[in-house]
């Protein structure tokens, strides 16, 4: 499975971002997709993750601002951002999980992406 994320960029304080995740290889729906983030000289955290079936999860510190869902005909898993603040810079990993695992632990996925630059500016 290959994961490419896009749609990182910068934006101002308060501005919103929607990143994507496109999927090619494997079957998309056997795949829990996961977004991650990753600030310099931080560790790798959980942002939101979604099931083949729309079932969602978030950091709690995100709910409210972030929205995950998927396009399961397009392969396609999206990260919508708003409200967005200056600790939400960081790089932001799309993955997949297939089978059993815990959600919000990274180590459990089984594929990622190279991740996509979010920087918001005060």
């Known amino acids: 499975v290959q994961l490419q994320a896009s749609g990182g960029g910068l934006v101002q304080a308060g501005g919103s971002l929607r990143l994507s995740c496109a999927a090619s290889?494997?079957?998309?729906?056997?795949?829990?997709m996961g977004w991650f983030r990753q600030a310099p000289g931080k560790e790798r955290d959980f942002v939101a993750a979604?099931?083949?079936?729309?079932?969602?999860y978030y950091a709690d510190s995100l709910k409210g601002r972030f929205t995950i869902s998927r396009d399961n005909p397009k392969n396609t898993a999206y990260l919508q951002m708003n409200s967005l603040k200056p600790e939400d810079t960081a790089v932001y990993y799309c993955?997949?999980?297939?089978?059993?695992?815990?959600?919000?632990?990274?180590?459990?996925?089984?594929?990622w992406g190279r991740g996509t630059l979010v920087t918001v500016s005060s």
């Open positions: 290889g494997g079957t998309f729906t056997s795949y829990v």
């Open positions: 993955a997949a999980l297939l089978g059993s695992g815990s959600y919000s632990w990274p180590n459990d996925y089984d594929y």
């Open positions: 979604i099931r083949w079936d729309a079932t969602t």
